[in-house]
């Protein structure tokens, strides 16, 4: 059996090149501008907002910080359920905590098990502040499969 | 400089496991099995099977053939237009050709490279057959960035 450290093949160094580099790829290298409406923002607006940002995930902010998610597949859903999007805020169909995040100083590797574990199309990159005496999290970045396949087609460009 | 070959970095060989690794998996070696749809389903019922499905993009046939694609991002687009979607059929609001596709045997690369380069989530795998006389193409498979995803994860494990 060989030897193994985490993830990273522990065999001879040079033999693992591409290995090496991805897990000196941090999250902050290759994190995309994060997309947050507030969670009274009505299901039209939240739409729009994701068509114009072109993006698959929203994230959404109660008071600064961070308290849901809503994708394409929850806002096609809760048309099909018959939710005037005109009036209800994306507050009521967002999936609530847990989120799963991940920090800016994290391993990318450890971005892409988790995106994959968790059956999602993208991680919110969070970064805690402090808010009347109590420890809260901001959204700082994004980072989706997307990011994955492009550091993929990357790497492989040698 | 350094010789490239296509992607491929040819600098000495046992310097570059992953990437010979790489190089060696074929498309049918990682893809999904496709979701398809006929041209007449209803808007109402492709929503349904992409539900049931769990997957982002849906390929369209006309004829057993290859006539389209409907992603998540057109469906919701064509419902805030005010589309029936009891009524209208996918035929209607589907992207249709030309589709970006791939075939079974080539290269994982080239899947990741074209899907990031026209910005789509997935490409169809297709086959050529005869029809009356005439070369049609039908499905045979999915490949996406969650495949590529999963096999960045793999790759990682060692």
């Known amino acids: 059996a060989r030897p ?3 993830y990273f093949y522990t065999g001879n160094a040079n033999q693992n090149i591409m290995l090496q ?3 000196n790829i941090k999250i902050e290298d290759i994190m995309s501008l994060p997309i947050v409406v507030n969670d009274q923002t009505t299901l ?3 739409i729009v907002t ?3 940002e072109d993006v698959g995930t929203i994230y959404v902010n109660t008071n600064g910080s961070l308290s849901g ?5 929850d806002l096609l ?6 939710s ?3 009036k209800i805020p994306v507050g009521m169909v967002m999936t609530r905590k847990p989120i799963v995040t991940i920090r800016k100083n994290e391993n990318v590797i450890v971005a892409a098990n988790r995106i994959i574990e968790y059956e999602i199309d993208s991680l919110p990159v969070i970064e805690d502040f402090e808010d009347e005496g109590k420890i809260k999290q901001r959204v700082i970045g994004r980072i ?3 990011n994955i396949t492009k550091l993929f087609v990357e790497l492989c460009k040698g």
């Open 144 to 146: 989706s499969k997307s």
């Open 84 to 86: 005037d999007i005109n």
């Open 21 to 23: 580099k991805i897990s």
């Open 69 to 73: 998610v809503v994708s394409r597949k």
């Open 50 to 52: 994701l068509f114009l």
């Open 77 to 82: 859903k809760s048309i099909i359920g018959g």
């Open 44 to 46: 039209y607006d939240t």
């Open 4 to 6: 193994k450290v985490g």
